[in-house]
Nanobody, 115 residues
């Protein structure tokens, strides 16, 4: 079973930057979408950014212009560059790789932005 391993979370001051990585432990065929979601305490999980197999991207309004999703197809890795971080970005961030047969989720990585 392929697993997704996330890294790059941590504590940062407002205005700072972090880069999250999500690497698949094995090959995933027929990828449809790669994405990042987040869940803050007491809130529902929400989409942050997505990238299709054709490299079309979408972003939540709250992160547009600050976050960038990218990927490395050679090793099934997806990244989230987060700039100009705000306290309201504090959440557990999850990566998702969706293939035509299965959704793969990462275990989550904590991002905490202090004011």
């Amino acid at each position: 079973q392929v697993q997704l391993v996330e890294s790059g979370g941590g504590l940062v001051q407002a205005g700072g930057s972090l880069r999250l990585s999500c690497a698949a432990s094995g090959s995933i065929l027929s990828i449809v979408t790669m994405a990042w979601y987040r869940q803050a305490p007491g809130k529902q999980r929400e989409m942050v950014a997505t990238m299709t197999s054709y490299s079309s991207t979408t972003y939540a309004d709250s992160v547009k212009g600050r976050f960038t999703i990218s990927r490395d197809n050679t090793n099934n890795t997806v990244y989230l560059q987060m700039n100009s971080l705000k306290p309201e970005d504090t959440a557990v961030y999850y990566c998702l790789i969706r293939s035509i047969v299965h959704d793969y989720w990462g275990q989550g990585t904590q991002v905490t932005v202090s004011s």
